[in-house]
């Protein structure tokens, strides 16, 4: 059983910046590739990007290539979600989640967290 606990949500302007974290409670947190989704109002759950177990060759969706980035610290059990130049349709509830491997579909990642949410003002 592994438990991810998203934080770093909160109400910001647009152009603005915002770091949302991803804490992991198992000591195998390494062995996990990790995914980021977002769902707004709506829509149906959008992936983000996601980040291998080593940390390497992060990948993106379009709509954020240039403008987040992905980083891990095994260390510290936590996946990171740096998103800068934000839009107001960045709005959205962020998820994390873990799986075996890099995967742009949610049905394979095994664990999730309960989500946090992001606001961008116009």
């Known amino acids: 059983q592994v438990q991810l606990v998203e934080s770093g949500g909160g109400l910001v302007q647009a152009g603005g910046s915002l770091r949302l974290s991803c804490a992991a409670s198992g000591r195998t947190f390494g062995s996990y590739a990790m995914g980021w989704f977002r769902q707004a109002p709506g829509k149906e759950r959008e992936f983000v990007g996601a980040i291998t177990w080593s940390g390497s060759s992060p990948y993106y969706a379009d709509s954020v290539r240039g403008r987040f980035t992905i980083s891990r610290d095994n260390a510290k059990n936590t996946v990171y979600l740096q998103m800068n130049s934000l839009k107001p349709e960045d709005t959205a509830v962020y998820y994390c989640?873990?799986?075996?491997?890099?995967?742009?579909?949610?049905?394979?990642?095994?664990?999730w967290g309960q989500g946090t949410q992001v606001t961008v003002s116009s």
């Open positions: 989640a873990a799986g075996p491997g890099v995967s742009y579909y949610g049905g394979q990642y095994d664990y």
